[in-house]
Nanobody, 124 residues
């Protein structure tokens, strides 16, 4: 089993920055893709960004140029640096991971492991 623990959420003013972290533990040796999703009240969960073990990245349009996903494989940790935050970025942010081990394209990724989520609130 895999455990994902997020940290780094909080309250920030519009235009500010936050850095989220997600530490993976357990049976992690097969994980390839790790990603961040978010869910705002009354809305569906949506992909924010994802990264493969080799560093290939995928971003939602709303995150391009503002959000950066990175990963430290040696520490089994993935990060989401968020800048120029907007009130509409307010949501619970979830870390996710696949079962791996092979990446065959973003359309084929299935996330089997999820963290508990961390709240990000952006005030106007």
């Amino acid at each position: 089993q895999v455990q994902l623990v997020e940290s780094g959420g909080g309250l920030v003013q519009a235009g500010g920055s936050l850095r989220l972290s997600c530490a993976a533990s357990g049976s992690i040796f097969r994980i390839n893709v790790m990603g961040w999703y978010r869910q705002a009240p009354g809305k569906q969960r949506e992909l924010v960004a994802a990264i493969t073990k080799r560093g290939n990245t995928n971003y939602a349009d709303f995150g391009e140029g503002r959000f950066t996903i990175s990963r430290e494989n040696a520490k089994n940790t993935v990060f989401l640096q968020m800048t120029s935050l907007k009130p509409e970025d307010t949501a619970v942010y979830y870390c996710a991971a696949d079962k791996g081990p092979i990446f065959t394209g973003w359309g084929a990724v299935r996330y089997d492991y999820w963290g508990q989520g961390t709240q990000v609130t952006v005030s106007s």
